[in-house]
């Protein structure tokens, strides 16, 4: 697993944008730091292009939002985000519970 942990080593515009992933993928719930932290550790990179503009943008929308959708207790109001947020769902469910030591 790569650990997504925002670096101190020289500055990259890839590690740049991998650690303003990690903390905007950092919320202000616990429930969704267990989530979204892990997705972007373990899986982020396996996902393709289109999905990974989706979770950028996924990642703009509201705590509120975002814990109602991962929950499965509504769709997505954006359609075209549902495709990522069942990725997330599916990390969780499916994924090594490992993931969640570093939180």
Avoid at 21 to 43: H, N, T
Avoid at 46 to 58: G, T, V
Wanted: hydrophobic content about 35%; charged content about 30%; glycine content about 4%.
């Amino acid at each position: 697993m790569t650990n997504v942990t925002p670096s101190s080593c020289t500055s990259t515009p890839e590690t740049t944008e991998r650690n303003r992933l990690y903390w905007q993928s950092r919320r202000g719930m616990w429930e969704l730091d267990l989530l979204l932290v892990p997705f972007l550790d373990g899986r982020f990179n396996q996902i393709s292009e289109q999905l990974q503009n989706d979770y950028k943008r996924l990642l703009k929308e509201e705590d509120q939002d975002l814990f109602v959708w991962l929950m499965r207790r509504e769709p997505t109001k954006d359609a075209s985000l549902q495709a990522i947020v069942q990725e997330i769902i599916d990390n969780a469910e499916h994924g090594n519970l490992d993931q969640y030591k570093g939180l």
